[in-house]
């Protein structure tokens, strides 16, 4: 059974940094592509970045590209959200999906920026 | 940036009703284009890829077509389960872009 558990969200005040992790299991994590999106209160959703297989390319949207990276480490089938310079509008739920049509997604982790 | 206008944003709807959530792209996404179903406090669940396809378990109600750059989800025969929210989302290129979603809720 696919799985993909995150952690590491919380309350952290603007301008600090955050690093949330996605563990997944129940597939063989190196042969695909993964990605986070992300949903504020009572919002739609929004892409927030894609990594290649290797890890070797990487894509973000304009609202935290320089801001936020992604990366993994396909021995410990983990992804990461490292976001930086955090401000009031990143507060949301982030949900780790693996990046095949979004097939698959985890149950979302919340992300406050306040102070 | 390729938009995805979604319609309507609200549909109100009653059990056993035929109901069609479009979505437009701003540029040719082909058939690069997918909808979800969220349901409160739930994570989106995907319900068809490829704009036609039917995903793994998603009952037959549920279809997906297209029309030049008009993109429909229906279902055919309203159920209680199938209260939630829809989104569409264009895998063409990144950035990766959501539709603003469509609340359908029982009249």
């Known amino acids: 059974e696919v799985q993909l558990v995150e952690s590491g969200g919380g309350l952290v005040q603007p301008g600090r940094s955050l690093k949330l992790s996605c563990a997944a299991s129940?597939?063989?994590?190196?042969?695909?592509?993964m990605a986070w999106v992300r949903q504020a209160p009572k919002k739609g959703l929004e892409w927030v970045a894609t990594i290649s297989t290797s890890g070797s390319r990487t894509y973000y949207p304009d609202s935290v590209k320089g801001r936020f990276t992604i990366s993994r480490d396909n021995a410990k089938s983990s992804l990461y959200l490292q976001m930086n310079s955090l401000k009031s509008e990143d507060t949301a739920t982030y949900y780790c999906?693996?990046?095949?049509?979004?097939?698959?997604w985890g149950q979302g982790v919340m992300v406050t920026v306040s102070s | 940036d390729i938009q995805m206008t979604q319609s309507p944003s609200s549909l109100p709807a009653s059990l056993g009703d035929r109901v069609t959530i479009t979505c437009r792209a701003s540029q040719d996404i082909g058939n690069y284009l997918r909808w979800f179903q969220q349901k409160p406090g739930k994570s989106p669940r995907l319900m068809i890829y490829g704009a036609t396809n039917l995903a793994a378990g998603v009952p037959s109600r549920f279809s997906g077509s297209r029309s030049g750059s008009d993109y429909s989800l229906t279902i055919s025969s309203l159920e209680s389960e199938d209260m939630a929210d829809y989104y569409c989302?264009?895998?063409?290129?990144?950035?990766?872009?959501f539709g603003a979603g469509t609340k359908l809720e029982l009249k």
């Open positions: 989302l264009q895998s063409k290129e990144s950035p990766y872009t």
């Open positions: 999906a693996r990046d095949h049509g979004f097939d698959y």
């Open positions: 129940g597939f063989t994590f190196s042969n695909y592509y």
